[in-house]
């Protein structure tokens, strides 16, 4: 979901245009009536996480490996029995 800047209420895609093979323009409007703010926003592959089974030569995207997951990976379940990390915050 994109909010908008001003009032942090959802933001509608009303259009979107591909500009190249990695960025794509989207017209956004605001849902909140009272701020009705209407952007300009992009969307912008910027590294591979698994690479292409059918790749593109002319697209070149950094292979990121990851010790540690990203938020498009699985998380660990929260009824892991394993204890915390030693970087974990403690829990209150």
Do not use: W, Y
Request: aromatic content about 2%.
């Amino acid at each position: 979901m994109i909010v908008c800047p001003h009032c942090q209420h959802p933001a509608e895609i009303r259009t979107s245009e591909q500009q190249t093979r990695l960025v794509r323009e989207l017209l956004l409007l605001c849902s909140n009536d009272t701020c009705g703010f209407r952007f300009v926003g992009q969307i912008v592959a910027v590294r591979t996480i698994q690479p292409s089974l059918d790749p593109h030569p002319a697209i070149a995207l950094p292979l990121v490996i990851r010790s540690k997951p990203a938020n498009d990976d699985a998380p660990i379940p929260a009824n892991d029995e394993r204890a915390p990390a030693a970087d974990a915050e403690p829990m209150s």
